[in-house]
């Protein structure tokens, strides 16, 4: 007897993907650097060429931030997350299970998400304690934040003294300054202007600056701060550059130790 329509499809797919990921296995020329799979090459998205984990779904950008910790001594598991009291804004799954079991007290915060410990404006968090964390991450969230200059400070406020904030922010190739526009609302023009529905910039070359008014010293990890081999074997920079006029393809990790 056939299976049904719809568990016929599924039980394809399954064989489909089954077979893709065989294919990507061999030969194993590049390795995340998070999961540990190995394969051929990475897959793609529809802006970048084989930059994504098919094991952990990594990007370059969360691959940045592991390397950082793994290979810079100033910014290693040892001194950043080990001990520390760590929020982290929109946790992505394959981040946040890596550093909640090194941490001491690992809190997730979001606006809209059900599952995650608190529900936080990050511009305004009345609920959080001044100097309640060393460390406060956000990985590609400030473009979403109608405020994020507020939020930049609010950050600032709950961070205990030299405490780090870790940012990444979509940042359009060779943009000398951040470009925002409030009269631009609509999704299609936000997809056209900033790179996606919901983003309300897109950050430049300026991004650093910016955060440095803000009381932080900052450090930006691309990678160019890693040997040839690391950055080939774990893909740590598209291996080949993208066209879209809103591509990020020089990614950076901003690491913003808060100043005294």
Sequence with gaps: MSLPGKTA????????DGSRLVFLSFPRNVQCNICGWKGRHFTSDTWHYQVNCPGCGSGIRQ??????LQNIEGLSFDRLIHGRNILHFAPEDIVSSNIRKKAAHYVTADYFRQDCDLKLDM??????????FNIAIAFDVLEHVPDYQKALDEIRRILSPEGVAIFTVPQKDSLPVTYEDPAIITPEDRTKHFG???HLRIFGDDFSEIVERKGFSVTAVNESDFTRDIRSK??????RLSKHPLATNYRKVFFCRKKT
Excluded at 9 to 16: C, G, L, S
Excluded at 63 to 68: G, M, P, S
């Design 234 to 239: 774990h893909v740590l920079f598209p291996p």
């Design 9 to 16: 499809r599924r039980f394809a797919w399954k064989i489909i």
């Design 196 to 198: 996606q529905y919901d």
């Design 63 to 68: 691959r940045l931030f592991f390397a950082a």
């Design 123 to 132: 511009s305004d968090m009345p609920s959080v304690k001044n100097e309640s």
